[in-house]
């Protein structure tokens, strides 16, 4: 005969009913702590309106530091970037050609205190598939590692620089050469 062990809910379980019990409850367990962590959740992130998707107080400093006053703000867009405990990073698009060179167009990535941690510039005008900049999944010192993409020389070549979080601010680690395909993956500009 099997022992019955008696549960604080009143219920009558046996040792062979306990253990799939407890595997099932620790198995949700964990999936809903994935959910409700943003360093687990989705690191996908997306172009928004700045206006909308930013601290004020951060906004105002943005704009104060980086552009003319002839800058339309409504145009200029914001990627928010979680980070692993260190709060939110706010990268900025400021779509304006008073910004931009014949190398491309300033990017900035600020934390939620304001303190610029990235500024790049960059070709927005990339091959069919190709992503701008893509959140990677490796981590340094709490913040998410970018891959910045850039046009090669070479048609359907496109060069991937990946720039992570090193002290004080993100720093240029190394770039790849690689064939555009349909296999590219991450957020589009």
Known sequence: MQPILRQPLGLKLSKYQVIPLAVIITIFTIMLLFKLNPAFNNRVATWKSALNNTPAALLKKVLSVDMAPEIDQKLVKVMQIPSQGAGQLYLFDYHSPKLCGAKGCIY?????????????IANPNLPPLANLIQVSDTVNQRFPCLVITQSAN???????ALYCYEGQKYTRFNESLTAVTSEVKGTKK
């Open 154 to 160: 070479k048609e359907n070549m496109v060069t991937s």
């Open 108 to 120: 900035s990535m600020y934390t939620e205190s304001g303190e610029l941690i990235l500024q790049v």
